[in-house]
């Protein structure tokens, strides 16, 4: 039995607005299931994740509750917890549950976005790996295209090398100790620049990241296109469990 304990925290509070629709993409349809049950799902089974702390949006505890959980039998998930206004202050409701739990020293935490339902346990093992080791890891991919970085009136001002860029991707996955320290030092300050957790850590501790592997399957659900790639990727993988 391991010692250290591992939690997923899956943030499920986005409006979804680019998608375009009323029902928030978290809660859409994946051949019969909605987005937000894939990544429950994997964190459910693995063998790494111990528990989950689910993040939703304001005022929507009592309908994942009574609707969502209910229906689907998660038996991980130990607390459900309303979020904030920015992903920023998802996460940090999300720290909190864990840190009034005194559950810090020791535990790592993965940080996951539910509009992701192509987590695998493939990537969550890799993640264990190197955050073990590094203490600190983001999950993402090389790019498959050249990068441009554009002056302020959108010219062209410099070509980084390809393969030293990465497309950053969740979960990403820290000590405890880490990711909560960095977050109480950048919830203090009345300006926040930092767009992911990784972010959070180099600006506030100045630690190093470890870049994982993921998938170019481990897409974001945001415009509609994508909720189209995502029912070709489930059918694939409902196809392959029925072999």
């Known amino acids: 039995?391991?010692?250290?304990?591992?939690?997923?925290?899956?943030?499920?509070?986005?409006?979804?607005?680019?998608?375009?629709?009323?029902?928030?993409?978290?809660?859409?349809?994946?051949?019969?299931?909605?987005?937000?049950?894939?990544?429950?799902?994997?964190?459910?089974?693995?063998?790494?994740?111990?528990?989950?702390?689910?993040?939703?949006?304001?005022?929507q505890v009592e309908y994942v509750k009574n609707e969502f959980l209910n229906k689907w039998d998660f038996q991980k998930i130990r607390k459900v917890v309303?979020?904030?206004?920015?992903?920023?202050?998802?996460?940090?409701?999300?720290?909190?549950?864990?840190?009034?739990?005194n559950r810090t020293e020791g535990n790592y935490v993965y940080i996951h976005d539910s509009a992701r339902p192509f987590i695998t346990e493939e990537i969550i093992k890799r993640a264990q790996h190197d955050v073990e080791k590094y203490g600190a890891c983001v999950v993402g991919m090389p790019s498959k295209d050249t990068i441009k970085i554009v002056d302020e009136e959108g010219f062209a001002s410099e070509t980084p090398p390809r393969d030293r860029m990465w497309i950053v991707q969740t979960p990403q996955v820290f000590e405890a100790s880490i990711i909560i320290e960095a977050y109480s030092r950048m919830m203090e300050k009345e300006q926040i620049t930092a767009t992911d957790d990784a972010m959070a850590v180099e600006q506030e501790l100045h630690l190093p990241v470890r870049m994982t592997e993921g998938s170019y399957e481990n897409i974001k659900i945001t415009t509609p296109e994508d909720l189209e790639i995502a029912e070709v990727f489930a059918r694939r993988c409902f196809d392959a469990e029925k072999q």
């Open 1 to 59: 039995m391991r010692e250290r304990r591992c939690t997923a925290i899956v943030l499920a509070g986005g409006q979804g607005k680019r998608m375009g629709t009323k029902t928030s993409k978290q809660y859409l349809d994946i051949l019969g299931k909605p987005v937000l049950y894939y990544s429950l799902y994997a964190f459910e089974q693995s063998e790494i994740i111990d528990d989950i702390i689910l993040v939703v949006g304001s005022g």
């Open 82 to 101: 309303e979020g904030g206004r920015e992903r920023y202050h998802s996460v940090w409701e999300g720290l909190k549950a864990i840190r009034e739990e």
